[in-house]
């Protein structure tokens, strides 16, 4: 089983950054894929990365792609969500996820432990 903390969120203006880092608990954090959503009032939650159990294989869907990045050091047990050039509609609460399994998947349903996640608030 995996505990896993966000950190990092806050305000930002339109075009800033933002680090997010989800840290886990658990010495076999590398067994897990982790994926980091969001979820703004009134939407769905939607995927917005993940990354494999080693770190050597990343998903972005088209929205954040070139703009977010996702990285990990299982070693400090923390996985890191690099986020440039914000929008408004980046707004939302964004949740780290984990599940132990050999793939990435951008299906929330898949993953089994969640954050409490963290307000990120872009400005314009």
């Known amino acids: 089983q995996v505990q896993l903390v966000e950190s990092g969120g806050g305000s930002v203006q339109a075009g800033g950054s933002l680090r997010l880092s989800c840290a886990a608990s658990?010495?076999?954090?590398?067994?897990?894929?982790v994926g980091w959503f969001r979820q703004a009032p009134g939407k769905e939650r939607e995927f917005v990365a993940a990354?494999?159990?080693?770190?050597?294989?990343?998903d972005y869907p088209d929205f954040v792609k070139g703009r977010f990045t996702v990285s990990r050091d299982n070693a400090k047990n923390t996985v890191d969500l690099q986020m440039n050039s914000l929008k408004p509609e980046d707004t939302a609460v964004y949740y780290c996820a984990a599940k132990d399994a050999p793939f990435t998947s951008r299906a929330y349903g898949t993953y089994n432990y969640w954050g409490q996640g963290t307000q990120v608030t872009v400005s314009s």
């Open positions: 990354c494999s159990r080693s770190g050597g294989v990343t």
């Open positions: 658990g010495r076999t954090f590398g067994n897990y894929v």
